[in-house]
């Protein structure tokens, strides 16, 4: 059965820096693109960053571009997002989904919440 | 302002057909694959429509999907009160070289 499980979140100031993890499990994780998609609270789902599964290819949403970076240990099964230079507008759930166009599977999601 | 348009809440009868629109342009719906989630409360999205009008397994025959031109949409018949929850439309821009999201739609099982 396929398993992500987030973890890194919590509160952080603005400029503060974080990493989120996402464990998965139950598959062959260096065969499968990976995103991370988030919610701010009470809002819809945004798009956040996608990697390939060798993780030479990255991309991001505009609103994070230059502040988080996304990265894979394949050895490890774990999928990464540093965030640096926080905002408050960065406060949401964030997910770790498994795949390329539509995403099969989601995490259980960790809440990242921006404030001073 | 989310890229793709869905309309913020529909409504119907247990038992019922009811249907939602998730429009977007020619550089994301009118290009590529439109997918569909459902989400419950207080849970992580569930992939209900792949491809247009694709179920994964598990997913009951009463969700299906469509598209024409830029406009997809979703169709639940047979209206349970369990599928109370929100429904997110997906497809990837090209202009903006990422995957896009409708606002969401609340589906409410009167």
């Known amino acids: 059965e396929v398993h992500l499980v987030e973890s890194g979140g919590g509160l952080v100031q603005p400029g503060g820096s974080l990493r989120l993890s996402c464990a998965a499990s139950?598959?062959?994780?260096?065969?499968?693109?990976m995103n991370w998609v988030r919610q701010a609270p009470g809002k819809g789902l945004d798009w956040v960053s996608h990697?390939?599964?060798?993780?030479?290819?990255?991309s991001y949403a505009d609103s994070v571009k230059g502040r988080f970076t996304i990265s894979r240990d394949n050895a490890k099964n774990f999928l990464y997002l540093q965030m640096n230079s926080l905002r408050a507008e960065d406060t949401a759930v964030y997910y770790c989904?498994?795949?390329?166009?539509?995403?099969?599977?989601w995490g259980q999601g960790i809440l990242v919440t921006v404030s001073s | 302002q989310s890229v793709l348009t869905q309309p913020p809440s529909v409504s119907g009868a247990p038992g019922q057909r009811v249907t939602m629109s998730c429009t977007g342009s020619s550089s994301n719906t009118g290009s590529y694959d439109v997918h569909w989630y459902q989400q419950l409360p207080g849970t992580a999205p569930k992939l209900l429509i792949y491809g247009d009008r694709n179920r994964p397994s598990g997913v009951p025959a009463r969700f299906s999907g469509s598209k024409s031109g830029t406009s997809a949409s979703l169709a639940i018949t047979g209206l349970q009160a369990e599928d109370e929850a929100y429904y997110y439309c997906?497809?990837?821009?090209?202009?903006?070289?990422?995957?896009?999201f409708g606002g969401g739609t609340k589906l409410t099982v009167l």
């Open positions: 997906q497809s990837y821009d090209s202009s903006l070289s990422g995957w896009v």
């Open positions: 139950g598959f062959t994780f260096s065969s499968y693109e």
């Open positions: 989904a498994r795949g390329f166009g539509n995403f099969a599977y």
């Open positions: 990697i390939s599964t060798s993780g030479v290819t990255r």
